[in-house]
T-cell receptor, first 113, second 114 residues
Framework: GDSVTQMEGPVTLSEEAFLTINCTYT??????LFWYVQYPGEGLQLLLK?????DKGSNKGFEATYRKETTSFHLEKGSVQVSDSAVYFC????????????FGSGTQLTVLP | NAGVTQTPKFQVLKTGQSMTLQCAQD?????MYWYRQDPGMGLRLIYY???????DKGEVPNGYNVSRLNKREFSLRLESAAPSQTSVYFC?????????????FGSGTRLTVV
């Protein structure tokens, strides 16, 4: 079945550091890929998405490129801020009729001032 | 504000008690979902409803039942709560087939079973 593997956390960075969170997936067909962010005490919010190979999703300075050849969708940001501290989830959309999402285990990011 | 509303936000149950988690969305979405979130395990799908009138099991359905009351509402019921069901529960909705726009999530229900 479909699965998503994320780099284990927690990740702690200083403000303005470069961020990479690795995500690889296993799926049949051509899934859509997503990054979600969860701030403390809140639900998940869609951060960015990519629906086909070589697409680049971007939002709020974050980017991720859909790499079919390496089955990866790594999240990057050039300069993190304290406000980026959150849990980040990689997810893929299956080919089922309801297109339910399969999530990775999440990566906790803490940015220190 | 448009979105997904979950009630209650917090609940403590004794083992063996029953309860229903409520979820409603006002975005006219076709599909709705219930997930549970446990530390180190990400989100796991309990049940989903692809459209009004249909429901299907997800990855971890045991111990739960659902009802898609109408297009807006999708409830999750625990008939006899167990400590293993201590978790944070999230309801979500999406436009349905294609799911190119991702999900909209509620703010969650934190459930503790003692």
């Amino acid at each position: 079945g479909d699965s998503v593997t994320q780099m284990e956390g927690p990740v702690t960075l200083s403000e303005e550091a470069f961020l990479t969170i690795n995500c690889t997936y296993t799926a049949t067909g051509y899934p859509s890929l997503f990054w979600y962010v969860q701030y403390p005490g809140e639900g998940l919010q869609l951060l960015l998405k990519a629906t086909k190979a070589d697409d680049k999703g971007s939002n709020k300075g974050f980017e991720a490129t859909y790499r079919k050849e390496t089955t990866s969708f790594h999240l990057e940001k050039g300069s993190v801020q304290v406000s980026d501290s959150a849990v980040y989830f990689c997810a893929l959309s299956s080919s089922g009729s309801a297109r339910q999402l399969t999530f990775g285990s999440g990566t906790q990011l803490t940015v220190l001032p | 504000n448009a979105g997904v509303t979950q009630t209650p936000k917090f609940q403590v149950l004794k083992t063996g008690q029953s309860m229903t988690l409520q979820c409603a969305q006002d975005m006219n979405h076709n599909s709705m979902y219930w997930y549970r979130q446990d530390p180190g395990m990400g989100l796991r799908l309990i049940y989903y409803s692809a459209s009004e009138g249909t429901t299907d099991k997800g990855e971890v359905p045991n111990g739960y039942n659902v009802s898609r009351l109408n297009k807006r509402e999708f409830s999750l019921r625990l008939e006899s709560a167990a400590p293993s069901q201590t978790s944070v529960y999230f309801c979500a909705s999406s436009e349905g087939r294609g799911n190119l726009h991702g999900y909209t999530f509620g703010s969650g229900t934190r459930l503790t079973v003692v």
